[in-house]
């Protein structure tokens, strides 16, 4: 056997990815002397040596960057493309409705996107608010139950013009047609879901031709207008050439539309942008897919003697993805089976932080360790310390290993690319898996162009219990100190100290 010579970590980095070790990692990751820096300003050493590990950092400048971005490339794109209509960057919430996150992406000048009911009653309130300003566009996507056109008719009818239901269905019409004030409707084709046979559960969504059609015919006799085409092909479509074939056909429907109904003014063409989240050597050219996107666009209008639309993006990953990281940590190092790599057990839940990466086949983030680049690599797995379930491990079984420094126990890393649908797959507040803590998180938030951050707590162990059924008052943990045997002292949770409760976190809580 050939004895290799052991590779140093920021060796293997270079190596794999072309990255020096200093300097830029991706868009949204460096590493300034030796330190692993967030949006170029969170220091995630130091933000681990001050509040330890678990810990979620969420960076919301980092949202603002990521809508600033898209649009300085769709403006490229559109002197580039002599694209006459104009662009808006829509915010897809389900990806994230943290209030923060909301929040930084209309601070941006994001549009709103809703997929739920309680969806548009968040819309609403922010729109009330003024944090949601008058004439920002307010998408409302999917099938749509009565309370959510209750709640698109309560937001238009409060007065909120730009308030736009895109039709799932012909039953939301006849519901939407009785709107007292008129609304600007959108409809949904189709055939764009599963044209390409990649993405089979996105064909549930919208109206086939005729329906389309039947739409049309509809909204042109009442006092409503249809102002929407949205097209929509499936999730992280990383590969620009089959984007674009597979749009080709709908902006086509957009054209013969437009034809018959001169207030169409917009095409949607939904999300699916990629991210720079899951992988160190993402490339994507947005602004190059933007201009052919746009090429595409103002060659079928021409060729249909239409007017170029404004273009909507609806961006969920693309615009979250990246601002948010959990910092975990290698608490253990267990021996693998003979031939196997060995385990980092960290302090954490895999399946339940990363819900993504047991549920999409493939799917990755990236990971890198905040010391140790001058240590020699090894391939290793991880697994979830915080639960006792077999899946509770990265990357999946199928995968390769990891390769990660040699240090073992006390090793950090960063899981990036978290940002997104993470946190709502798993739910946020509730019990999770093993009753595994959710970790304190530090929020950075920019307010007048200066960087604050906030300290929520990790996960109190009495309210889990509480969501669970079993009442405070008969929830006992053993004290932290000796006690006769046989003579257990009890004591119920809310009295304890809170420093003797924080020491008894990790404990075992032991029902009466
Ligand atoms: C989920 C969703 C999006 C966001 O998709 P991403 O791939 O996360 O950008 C946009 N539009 C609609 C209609 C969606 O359902």
Known sequence: MVQLKQQIYAEYIKDRHGLSGEGRLTDFLSRENGQLMLGGRANLNELAQSHGAPLEVVYTPQIATQVERMRAWAEQARAHSEY????LYAYATKANFAAEAVEAALAAGAH????????????????????????RMIFCNGSKEPNY???????????????VPVLDDLDELRALLTCPAPLQIGVRERAAGNRDGRHPGQDRFGLSATEIEDAAAMIANSRHRLVLYHAMIGSQVEDEAHFLDTLRESVAGYCRM????????????????????????????????????MMVI?????????PMPDLIGEFGRYTVATHSVFLVEVGAVKAGQPGDPDWY?????????????????????????????????????LAGRRTCDSDDVYPRPDQPPLMLPDVGEGLVLAIC??????????????????????????????VAGRLRSRHVPQQDQATI????????????????????????????????????RRRMRERVVRMP
């Not at 006459?84 to 662009?87: I, N, P, R, T, W």
Request: glycine content about 10%.
């Open 149 to 163: 056109i209750e709640a698109i008719r309560d937001l238009r009818t409060d007065g909120c013009e730009s308030v």
């Open 417 to 446: 690319g978290v940002g997104a649908y993470q946190q709502m797959i798993s739910g946020r507040g509730g019990a999770h898996h093993c009753l595994s803590p959710e970790p304190a998180r530090v929020i950075f938030s920019e």
């Open 84 to 87: 006459a209509g104009a662009f």
């Open 345 to 381: 057990l960290v302090n954490s839940s895999l399946m339940v932080s990363l819900p993504d990466s047991i549920l999409v086949e493939g799917q990755e983030f990236v990971i890198v360790p905040l010391s140790g680049w001058d240590r020699p690599v090894r391939p290793v797995r």
């Open 465 to 500: 219990m509480r969501l669970l059924g079993y009442p405070p008052e008969q929830m006992a943990v053993p004290l932290p100190f000796e006690r006769p045997a046989n003579q257990p002292v009890l004591r119920p949770l809310p009295m304890i100290a809170s420093a003797a």
């Open 258 to 293: 437009r034809r018959r109904v001169p207030s169409l003014r917009y095409l949607n063409f939904g999300g699916g942008v990629p991210t720079s989240g899951y992988s160190l050597g993402f490339q994507f050219d947005y602004a190059g897919f933007l201009t052919k996107l």
């Open 112 to 135: 709103y996107e809703t997929s739920a009911a309680a969806d548009v009653t968040i819309a609403h309130s922010l729109w009330r608010q003024g944090i949601l300003p008058e004439g």
């Open 298 to 306: 103002r060659d079928t209008c021409a060729a249909y003697d239409v």
